[in-house]
């Protein structure tokens, strides 16, 4: 659940959107994730700095634990991708 906080989190900071529609409740989001129906708003490649920031966040918000990288393995994508914004 770490790792779909930190993209939810990364897609707020990124597009300063809220990472659910507002119009619904925090139950029904609730209800909904847990049953792998609903995901946070995943940014389109245009709305970010870099395009694998996009990718970052689609991967971070997977519904399989499996399926999403690790802290260290998104630290050291985060890396690359500062160095080749700077």
């Known amino acids: 659940i ?7 989190l990364l897609m707020e900071l990124l597009t300063l ?3 659910y529609p507002e119009d619904i409740s925090t139950i029904r989001i609730m209800a909904d ?4 129906r609903r995901r946070p708003y995943v940014p389109r490649e245009q709305e970010v700095p ?18 999403r990288p690790t802290f ?5 994508r985060l890396k690359v991708i500062l160095d080749a914004i700077e």
């Open 17 to 19: 959107r809220p990472p």
């Open 72 to 76: 260290r393995e998104i630290e050291k």
């Open 50 to 67: 870099h395009p694998d920031l996009a990718s970052l966040v689609e991967q971070c918000v997977r519904f399989r634990p499996e399926e």
């Open 33 to 36: 994730v847990l049953k792998a």
């Open 2 to 8: 770490d790792v779909w906080s930190f993209g939810a």
